[in-house]
């Protein structure tokens, strides 16, 4: 009826035999100890906002391989892709892809088209149509 094995149920009687109800309220599961202390978290922090060039990687991009590389190096500590992502949602940090964008891109020149040419454009486009 509850879709319980028979022993799970004289496990509760024997509980509830022992404690009464109060040993039958659910009890949150602790999960694993952390690898890392709320210390070392800190410190990691810090670390990646120094950003990956500085610590020896080609471009300005982290990736969680990147990410997981720099805490075994500095704390000795190894991390699957998995619990590196679970560690920096921890931390708050958020997956963003960095925007692709011209080095030599004329933000005046693009404010200038957008504002001079663009409606000009766009008219002669609905008067075709």
Do not use: N
């Not at 509850?2 to 009687?13: F, R, T």
Request: hydrophobic letters at 35%.
């Amino acid at each position: 009826m509850l879709g319980v094995s028979p022993g799970a149920i004289s496990q509760w009687k024997t509980a509830y035999q022992r404690a009464g109800p109060e040993a039958l309220k659910a009890k949150p599961h602790p999960g694993p100890k952390p690898k890392l202390t709320q210390r070392q978290r800190q410190k990691l922090e810090l670390l990646l906002l120094k950003g990956p060039v500085a610590h020896g990687y080609p471009t300005d991009l982290w990736t969680l391989r990147r990410i997981a590389e720099v805490i075994e190096e500095h704390f000795g500590v190894s991390y699957d892709l998995s619990g590196v992502w679970h560690l920096l949602k921890g931390l708050g940090w958020s997956c963003q892809k960095p925007e692709r964008r011209a080095r030599e891109r004329d933000e005046a020149a693009i404010a200038s088209w957008r504002r001079e040419d663009w409606p000009r454009i766009k008219k002669r486009a609905t008067k075709r149509a």
